[in-house]
């Protein structure tokens, strides 16, 4: 488990960071589920999950921004 701060600005960005982390577990799921119900062809199941993840990283650098200053 890792230690993070519980008030303040450090607290607020690892709340974010953790709330962003379960929606792409969550997404990721639905891909993977599209995929196993053979409604995603492997090829756009990779495609889904690759804009995923730039989406992720995307939401990433907005919420350190957000939270921590500087440019996204």
Do not use: K
């Amino acid at each position: 488990m890792e230690n993070h701060p519980t008030t303040g600005p450090r607290s607020a960005y690892a709340q974010a960071l953790s709330e962003a982390d379960v929606d792409l577990d969550e997404a990721l799921g639905h891909i993977r589920a599209e995929e196993d119900a053979h409604r995603l062809s492997p090829a756009a199941a990779v495609a889904e999950r690759a804009g995923l993840l730039e989406h992720h990283l995307a939401r990433l650098a907005q919420i350190r921004a957000e939270h921590l200053g500087g440019t996204p």
